[in-house]
C-alpha cells in the first residue's frame, strides 16, 4: 500500500534532485530520506529511482508516481481540511427526522439556536412518526430521531437499547372538549368521566394508548374519527363531534378554537426522546443537536 508521507518525500527528492538535498527541504536526516524511498520502491513492486553518483533521476514508474502524487496529496489536504472543519463545527451535516407535533415544538426552538452558534451546520428535516422514524435511523436514513413512546403494555416492543437515548421531557396528555360540554369547566376529570362520550383519536400508536388507558379504566372506547392530523383532531372536539386526549405537546402550536383543556387524572404521559447511533453520537455537529434540543425542551 502506497502511504502519503511516502509519496511527499518522493515528490521532494523529484523536485530537489537528490536525497540530501530532499532531507534539508523536508527537515529531517538523508538515512530517513532512503529508508522511505526504499519502503515505496516495495510498495510499487519496482524501481522508482535510479542514482548515479550524485544524481537521481526518476524512472518511468517514478514519473508517473509523482504526476499523480501531486492531486493524490492535493486531495488530501482538502480532506484534512474539511474534516477539520466538520470536527470544529464550523460545517457539517446533520439529517433529523422527528414527529410532527415535535417538528412545530421543540425543532425550530433547538435549530434556530444551533445556527447561531454554529452557522456551517446545515440540518435537514423529514417528518416521521415513530417507530418508522426509528426504523429510518438503523436504516441510515438519518442521524438523529425525535421518538415518544408510551409507558403501557402497548409498548413494551418499542426496544432502545442498541440506540444512545438522550431523554427530552416527559408530554402529558390532557383531555379536549368542546367548549360546551357538560365537563368544559370540571378542571380535573378521569378517564371513566368520559367513557360514554365519542372519541377523536389520533396516530395509530396513540389510538392504541387510548384504548389501553380506557380499557383498564373498565371501558371500549367509541373512536368515531381517527386522524394523524392534531389540528384535525382539534377542529373534530371544536365542532362538538366527541372528545380527545392529546399531548400537550401537540397542542403548543395550533390554537384549540372552541374546545376546553381538562387535566387528566391519573396523569398519563408520553416520554419524548432524541435517538442516535452509538457512532453518530461523537459526531459534534450531531453532539451539539442532541444538546440543542435538550435545551429546548427545557425552556
Known amino acids: 500500500m502506497i502511504e502519503a508521507r511516502h509519496l511527499r518525500v518522493l515528490r521532494a527528492v523529484a523536485a530537489t534532485g ?31 529511482l ?30 484534512e481540511e474539511e474534516i477539520a472543519a466538520i470536527a470544529g463545527l464550523r460545517a457539517g451535516r446533520v439529517r433529523l427526522v422527528s414527529f410532527p407535533s415535535g417538528s412545530s415544538t421543540l425543532v425550530p426552538t433547538a435549530l434556530a439556536a444551533l445556527r447561531a452558534a454554529h452557522p456551517g451546520t446545515q440540518v435537514s428535516l423529514v417528518d416521521a412518526e415513530p417507530p418508522r422514524s426509528v426504523e429510518m435511523l438503523r436504516e441510515g436514513d438519518c442521524d438523529i430521531a425525535l421518538a415518544f413512546r408510551y409507558g403501557g403494555a402497548a409498548e413494551q416492543g418499542a426496544g432502545w437499547d ?26 380535573a376529570v378521569t378517564i371513566g368521566d368520559l367513557a360514554d362520550e365519542p372519541w377523536i ?22 373512536i368515531d374519527f381517527a386522524t394523524d392530523d392534531y389540528p384535525a383532531v382539534i377542529g373534530l372536539v371544536g365542532a362538538g363531534l366527541g372528545v380527545a386526549v392529546l399531548p400537550e405537546l401537540a397542542l403548543e402550536s395550533v390554537r384549540p378554537k372552541g374546545t376546553r383543556t381538562v387535566t387528566v387524572e391519573p396523569p398519563v404521559a408520553r416520554e419524548i426522546v432524541a435517538l442516535t447511533l452509538p457512532d453518530l ?13 435538550a435545551a429546548a425542551a427545557a425552556r
Not at 284 to 293: E, F, G, K, N
Open 281 to 293: 453520537a461523537q459526531v459534534p455537529a450531531v453532539a451539539a443537536t442532541l444538546d440543542q434540543l
Open 50 to 79: 535510479v542514482r548515479t553518483g550524485r544524481e537521481t533521476r526518476l524512472t518511468q514508474a517514478g514519473e508517473v508516481l509523482v504526476r499523480h502524487a501531486s492531486g493524490i496529496l492535493a486531495g488530501l489536504t482538502a480532506a
Open 162 to 187: 442498541d440506540l444512545v437515548v438522550r431523554p427530552l421531557l416527559s408530554d402529558r396528555l390532557v383531555g379536549l372538549v368542546p367548549e360546551r360540554h357538560r365537563l368544559a369547566d370540571a378542571g
Open 201 to 222: 383519536a389520533g396516530c395509530p400508536r396513540c389510538r392504541r394508548q387510548l384504548v389501553e388507558v380506557c380499557e383498564t379504566a373498565g371501558f371500549t372506547p367509541r
Open 18 to 48: 537528490s536525497f540530501s538535498a530532499a532531507a534539508r527541504a523536508l527537515g529531517c536526516t538523508q538515512p530517513a530520506v532512503s529508508q522511505q524511498m526504499k519502503a515505496l520502491e516495495t510498495s510499487a513492486g519496482t524501481p522508482l
